[in-house]
């Protein structure tokens, strides 16, 4: 085909040089401004791109453009491209759009843009926009990139905080997803993507403070998801619902919600096989694992917000913390739920820690307390303090053991008088006195045949009250028949 007319300099050369592959360098840093040794019309580049320049047997065309002035728009959109795009440091006036188009390999590197769409873009290859600085929205929605997606370095900000930085709902990236030390403002939208080769995020920072700086609801990550090594998240991280067949880190991040009443790592609903939650300072925010099942968790007390919700969540293995950590670790909903101690009694007895997993059914029971009735606390603490609510059967046995000393102390100063003639009496003993008082049946006849008086005879009603409910404190709670649940 013949060279169309009126191309300056530099378009020149990069005609000649698309059947061959060959770079044509413009010069080594970004265009500051338009100079005319550097510009190149957009629709050259897609003109070239969409077959408007013949090929050479034996070579690979390419567009291999650095250091270039890119004026008009790049509009790819819906179009078939069967050659390799690399743009290397070039200032681009008007966003790309790749919108709907089936491509190769997609490179700007170092560019900057005012924007890029790629909505339902299929790429056979990457699409890489590593160092480039985008000011605007980077749309990537419905997406399928079979080479993986690459924004390393890249500095994306959006233009408004309706505007997403980042939109890329339902992307799907077979390789993997690399925005390792990208730095994001106004949010990053991957509500129903698919990464199959994971998700790096390391070093990475993403401000949309008060709002949402990850919305990952759905996605479904394939091997590791990497939210770590001064990850940094000034907004909400949302993943609820998403799933994980690998680890999901968040190893020396920080996480801030920009507002202590929001969510500052929304991971309900969730599945993984690993979570590290183990930021870098204490997260800022609120927390909610609940009804999220996690083979292991690894945490640390000195990074667990104020408020944790933990309600359904089910868990095999947990790391990091001791005993008192994790009672505390249960307790950080603001409203009390029976599950999440369960879960962790379970565990610990699992883990062959019998005496732990009654110690937390024990702080269950009376954290539940306070959200009862002034009869029901009555019950709860009668219940705590006589036999600990079964857990703790002893307990009844000493104050048991307490109130027939003190009815053997008593008796033996003040002897009841006699209600039977003298030769019908069993011979009064103080110990087996008290002891027939505190038995809520007669057993040994003392009872019946000895009436107390004065003082001891409130003495005597007070053993005989207490009989009767230690052993219906003993009874619930040994059988758990009445024990709440």
């Given at each position: 085909?013949?060279e169309p007319p009126g191309l300056n300099a530099?378009?020149?050369?990069?005609?000649?040089?698309?059947?061959?592959?060959?770079?044509?360098?413009?010069?080594?840093?970004?265009?500051?401004?338009?100079?005319?040794?550097?510009?190149?019309?957009?629709?050259?580049?897609?003109?070239?791109?969409?077959?408007?320049?013949?090929?050479?047997?034996?070579?690979?065309?390419a567009v291999r453009l650095r250091g270039a002035?890119?004026?008009?728009?790049?509009?790819?959109?819906?179009?078939?491209?069967?050659?390799?795009?690399?743009?290397?440091?070039?200032?681009?006036?008007?966003?790309?759009?790749?919108?709907?188009?089936?491509?190769?390999?997609?490179?700007?590197?170092?560019?900057?843009?005012?924007?890029?769409?790629?909505?339902?873009?299929?790429?056979?290859?990457?699409?890489?926009?590593?160092?480039?600085?985008?000011?605007?929205?980077?749309?990537?929605?419905?997406?399928?990139?079979?080479?993986?997606?690459?924004?390393?370095?890249?500095?994306?900000?959006?233009?408004?905080?309706?505007?997403?930085?980042?939109?890329?709902?339902?992307?799907?990236?077979?390789?993997?997803?690399?925005?390792?030390?990208?730095?994001?403002?106004?949010?990053?939208?991957?509500?129903?993507?698919?990464?199959?080769?994971?998700?790096?995020?390391?070093?990475?920072?993403?401000?949309?403070?008060?709002?949402?700086?990850?919305?990952?609801?759905?996605?479904?990550?394939?091997?590791?998801?990497?939210?770590?090594?001064?990850?940094?998240?000034?907004?909400?991280?949302?993943?609820?619902?998403?799933?994980?067949?690998?680890?999901?880190?968040?190893?020396?991040?920080?996480l801030d919600s920009g507002d202590p009443a929001?969510?500052?790592?929304?991971?309900?609903?969730?599945?993984?096989?690993?979570?590290?939650?183990?930021?870098?300072?204490?997260?800022?925010?609120?927390?909610?694992?609940?009804?999220?099942?996690?083979?292991?968790?690894?945490?640390?007390?000195?990074?667990?917000?104020?408020?944790?919700?933990?309600?359904?969540?089910?868990?095999?293995?947990?790391?990091?913390?001791?005993?008192?950590?994790?009672?505390?670790?249960?307790?950080?909903?603001?409203?009390?739920?029976?599950?999440?101690?369960?879960?962790?009694?379970?565990?610990?007895?699992?883990?062959?820690?019998?005496?732990?997993?009654?110690?937390?059914?024990?702080?269950?029971?009376?954290?539940?307390?306070?959200?009862?009735?002034?009869?029901?606390?009555?019950?709860?603490?009668?219940?705590?303090?006589?036999?600990?609510?079964?857990?703790?059967?002893?307990?009844?046995?000493?104050?048991?053991?307490?109130?027939?000393?003190?009815?053997?102390?008593?008796?033996?100063?003040?002897?009841?008088?006699?209600?039977?003639?003298?030769?019908?009496?069993?011979?009064?003993?103080?110990?087996?006195?008290?002891?027939?008082?505190?038995?809520?049946?007669?057993?040994?006849?003392?009872?019946?045949?000895?009436?107390?008086?004065?003082?001891?005879?409130?003495?005597?009603?007070?053993?005989?009250?207490?009989?009767?409910?230690?052993?219906?404190?003993?009874?619930?709670?040994?059988?758990?028949?009445?024990?709440?649940?």
């Amino acid at each position: 085909m013949p060279e169309p007319p009126g191309l300056n300099a530099a378009e020149r050369r990069l005609w000649s040089a698309f059947p061959s592959g060959a770079s044509v360098v413009l010069g080594d840093d970004l265009p500051a401004g338009p100079d005319p040794d550097r510009i190149v019309r957009a629709e050259i580049i897609a003109r070239l791109l969409l077959g408007g320049r013949e090929t050479r047997p034996g070579a690979i065309p390419a567009v291999r453009l650095r250091g270039a002035y890119v004026v008009g728009a790049l509009d790819l959109a819906g179009g078939t491209i069967e050659h390799e795009l690399r743009l290397d440091r070039c200032r681009l006036v008007e966003a790309p759009d790749l919108s709907n188009a089936v491509t190769r390999q997609l490179r700007f590197n170092g560019c900057r843009m005012p924007g890029f769409d790629g909505g339902g873009l299929r790429a056979d290859g990457y699409l890489s926009l590593s160092g480039s600085r985008i000011d605007g929205s980077l749309r990537l929605p419905r997406a399928q990139l079979s080479g993986g997606l690459r924004m390393n370095g890249s500095v994306i900000t959006a233009r408004s905080e309706e505007e997403w930085a980042v939109f890329a709902g339902a992307l799907v990236v077979e390789v993997g997803c690399y925005a390792r030390n990208a730095e994001i403002t106004g949010g990053v939208r991957f509500v129903g993507a698919r990464m199959n080769g994971g998700l790096f995020m390391e070093g990475a920072t993403l401000r949309n403070p008060g709002r949402l700086a990850l919305d990952a609801q759905s996605m479904v990550v394939e091997d590791a998801a990497e939210f770590s090594g001064g990850f940094t998240a000034l907004g909400t991280v949302r993943i609820r619902n998403a799933r994980f067949t690998g680890i999901v880190s968040f190893s020396r991040a920080v996480l801030d919600s920009g507002d202590p009443a929001r969510m500052a790592l929304h991971a309900s609903h969730m599945t993984a096989d690993e979570l590290m939650l183990w930021p870098e300072r204490r997260i800022e925010g609120r927390v909610s694992l609940s009804y999220s099942r996690i083979s292991l968790i690894m945490d640390h007390p000195s990074v667990w917000p104020d408020e944790l919700y933990l309600n359904g969540l089910t868990y095999e293995t947990l790391r990091g913390g001791e005993f008192k950590d994790r009672l505390s670790w249960v307790s950080r909903d603001p409203e009390f739920h029976l599950q999440p101690y369960e879960q962790l009694a379970t565990w610990y007895h699992g883990v062959g820690h019998d005496d732990l997993a009654r110690r937390v059914q024990l702080a269950k029971l009376r954290a539940r307390r306070r959200s009862l009735n002034p009869v029901g606390k009555g019950w709860n603490h009668l219940l705590d303090w006589t036999v600990g609510y079964g857990y703790r059967p002893w307990l009844a046995f000493a104050w048991f053991g307490v109130l027939l000393a003190v009815g053997t102390l008593v008796f033996s100063l003040d002897r009841p008088g006699n209600i039977k003639p003298p030769d019908e009496l069993p011979r009064f003993h103080a110990l087996i006195y008290s002891l027939d008082l505190l038995i809520p049946i007669d057993t040994f006849g003392q009872q019946q045949s000895y009436d107390p008086s004065g003082w001891s005879r409130w003495v005597a009603y007070g053993l005989v009250s207490a009989g009767w409910v230690l052993a219906t404190a003993l009874i619930a709670g040994v059988t758990r028949v009445l024990r709440p649940n």
